[in-house]
Nanobody, 123 residues
Framework: QEQLVESGGGLVQPGASLRLSCAAS????????IGWFRQAPGKMRELVAV????????YYSDAVRGRFTISKDHAKNTVDLQMNSLKPEDTAVYYC????????????????WGQGTQVTVSS
């Protein structure tokens, strides 16, 4: 069974930082690209960041580039999303998902999804 489990969400003030973690099986972690998505109320789910299976390729959406960093923690079999300088517009449920290929366009390529973790940025 391939399961992804997100953690690290919470309620923070604007300008604060959070680190989200996506735990994956060893097989998924080593052979799949892992993406972080988010969905805010009333909006479509959007891709935030992707890291390739090798950890060498990474993508960030325009909205988060320069503020968020995606990385692979090989010791823990997790893909982390370090979120700095958080803004109210970052408020969303954040999901991690796994794709057999590195893909920043076709969301259907992501085969396995976690259940999400809530991030709320508010004063």
């Amino acid at each position: 069974q391939e399961q992804l489990v997100e953690s690290g969400g919470g309620l923070v003030q604007p300008g604060a930082s959070l680190r989200l973690s996506c735990a994956a099986s060893g097989r998924t972690f080593s052979t799949y690209a892992i993406g972080w998505f988010r969905q805010a109320p009333g909006k479509m789910r959007e891709l935030v960041a992707v890291v390739g299976s090798s950890g060498m390729s990474a993508y960030y959406s325009d909205a988060v580039r320069g503020r968020f960093t995606i990385s692979k923690d090989h010791a823990k079999n997790t893909v982390d999303l370090q979120m700095n300088s958080l803004k109210p517009e970052d408020t969303a449920v954040y999901y991690c998902a796994a794709s057999p290929t590195y893909d920043t366009v076709t969301y259907s390529r992501y085969k396995y999804w976690g259940q999400g973790t809530q991030v709320t940025v508010s004063s």
